[in-house]
């Protein structure tokens, strides 16, 4: 049967959809109510009156913010080839789109203070072909592995995770100047991850799994690849 009214009679179908239309207008009412007095408890609301900003009740365009995050690393790895990938996930670890990466970043690791970059030659011409600003990040991932990798590189030859270029800070004792502070420097260092075909420093292959110290205008080569990466900043002589 239908629901009673308060004489104890039927209601008509009419007379229990506006009951029904009333208790929707009450609750929708009474919720009102305690989200005003949540916020009034709270200090939130302004002048004791309802506050219903969005950001108090969760933002439903979070979403869409980190959007834009994600297209801009995609266009940086797309004008530059290097992405900042090797910052470690917050979740997992030391991983990178579910990839366990093949080193951590050391406690002295540090972004460059000069603007170094790779200036890149191919085959005999004088002219490099390509130009790699490595500046901006404390260590740029090189090999195959086009997800993760800041210097991602086609040719063959190369492991997915193959070297890394890091910059590290060091400190060299002031010896012209006795009891004066160590100057503090970060200079950069490359190690080879145990690639199957190498790392090459100024044509001589390098032991993996251990940093070499980088110089000005030190050359290297990776795998079978005849590029050749010359390491340069924009204070160096020609």
């Not at 004791?48 to 790895?77: H, I, L, M, S």
Request: aromatic share 8%.
């Amino acid at each position: 049967g239908g629901r009673k009214g308060k004489d104890g009679d039927d209601l008509s179908y009419e007379e229990e959809m506006a009951s029904r239309a009333k208790n929707k207008d009450k609750k929708a009412i009474d919720l009102s109510n305690v989200m005003a007095d949540t916020l009034r408890a709270s200090g939130k609301g302004k002048h004791g009156k309802e506050d219903n900003t969005r950001y108090e009740w969760g933002n439903p365009g979070e979403d869409e913010e980190e959007k834009p995050e994600v297209a801009e690393e995609d266009k940086v790895r797309a004008d530059f080839a290097l992405s900042g990938a090797l910052a470690k996930d917050e979740v997992t670890g030391n991983t990178l789109h579910g990839i366990v990466l093949k080193f951590v970043e050391p406690a002295d690791a540090r972004p460059p203070t000069k603007r170094w970059r790779f200036y890149v030659f191919k085959g005999d011409s004088p002219d490099p072909v390509e130009t790699l600003h490595v500046h901006r990040l404390s260590a740029y991932l090189v090999g195959r592995e086009k997800k993760i990798c800041d210097m991602y590189m086609r040719h063959p030859s190369l492991s997915k995770q193959h070297a890394v270029l890091q910059f590290r800070a060091k400190e060299i004792a002031n010896d012209a100047e006795p009891g004066a502070p160590p100057t503090r420097l970060v200079l950069p260092y490359i190690m080879d991850l145990g690639s199957t075909n190498g790392t090459f420093l100024n044509g001589e292959r390098i032991e993996a799994q251990r940093y070499i110290e980088l110089r000005e205008q030190d050359a290297l080569k990776f795998g079978e690849s005849s590029r050749e990466y010359v390491l340069l900043h924009d204070k160096s002589e020609d």
